[in-house]
């Protein structure tokens, strides 16, 4: 099993909850990439991170964080800003996140900050979601992403609120287009699909991506699982039945799972395969949206396995 690189930004959510009656805000590690890191690491996989971190204290909570779960820091560089904040409401078991702090803490990676010969020995590339949005971090991403030879998967995990009119939105479709096009796994939710293409149907998302040039695609549809399209056919698969709490994370979780797949067993060559890595990553979901979530729910094998059984 090789190892994965990930890149894109670790931040702190701040999570609505109740207690004793009172409303208040409890404080989580997350942000897409950290989560999609500490999903595959969790599972048994080998990451190394690539983002930056706050010399604060939550920046070293973060990085503390990263440690135990067994995710690499060499791509790690820390800026003298205070951490972003992500302030979490929830509509039933889904978030909603708003983003405070200037300039964000998580997109200040330059592309001299890219360690590459971490980059030259990995074997799959993650990068995607808000930092994207920000300079410096999205030229770097651009630099990694079209320099790299191995697997290159990407989410564009659409933030509503970052966008504030529709200039916004077409420039960042034209921006997840770029990736898309030479994408070995695009994942992305049903949400972002219908954001991005104004349209509900996962399926026409999916052929959409492909069309562009991904190689496969999965669209995450929460409580009715996912469609996966690749280049022999496209299938829905149904997610298992949960009680869920917490759907915080689910999405990370998949791709975290999926990046495990990968690593474990390399990219599959129809939709057979795919469609054994994402049964596998749905459950990992399952599972998660099971607990609080955010980066603490992603379970090791043995908890799946407790979960499942085998699969």
């Not at 997350?30 to 991170?49: F, I, T």
């Not at 917490?246 to 990370?252: L, P």
Request: charged share 20%.
């Amino acid at each position: 099993m090789g190892y994965a690189v990930v890149l894109g930004e670790a931040l702190i959510d701040l999570l609505e909850d109740d207690l004793d009656g009172e409303q208040i805000y409890r404080q989580a590690i997350g942000g897409a990439p950290l989560n999609v890191a500490v999903g595959a690491a969790r599972l048994g996989g080998q990451v190394e991170y690539g983002g930056t971190l706050s010399t604060d204290v939550l920046g070293d909570r973060i990085a503390a964080f990263l440690a135990e779960a067994g995710v690499g820091e060499k791509g790690v560089r820390r800026v003298d800003v205070p951490t972003t904040l992500a302030v979490t409401t929830f509509e039933g078991a889904e978030p909603a996140f708003t983003f405070y702090g200037e300039p964000p803490s998580y997109a200040l990676l330059t592309p001299d900050d890219l360690d590459r010969t971490i980059l030259a020995g990995a074997d799959v590339l993650y990068t995607g979601s808000i930092c994207l949005l920000r300079e410096p971090f999205r030229a770097t991403a651009r630099d990694a992403w079209s320099t790299f030879g191995g697997l290159r998967v990407f989410d564009p995990n659409v933030r509503p609120k970052l966008l504030p009119d529709a200039a916004a939105l077409t420039a960042l479709r034209v921006l997840v287009e770029e990736f898309f096009a030479t994408a070995d796994l695009v994942k992305l939710s049903s949400a972002d699909a219908e954001l991005l293409y104004g349209d509900s149907d996962p399926a026409a998302a999916a052929d959409r991506i492909r069309a562009l040039g991904a190689q496969a695609v999965v669209v995450t549809c929460g409580s009715r699982g996912a469609h996966v399209a690749a280049v022999d056919g496209a299938a829905l698969l149904p997610a298992p039945a949960v009680a869920a709490i917490d759907a915080t994370g689910a999405g990370d979780s998949v791709m975290g799972a999926l990046v495990h797949q990968l690593l474990t067993d390399g990219r599959p060559s129809g939709l057979a395969g795919w469609q054994r890595h994402v049964r596998y990553a749905l459950a990992v979901a399952g599972l998660v949206c099971e607990r609080q979530g955010g980066a603490t729910a992603m379970p090791t094998p043995a908890e799946v396995t407790a979960r499942w059984g085998q699969l």
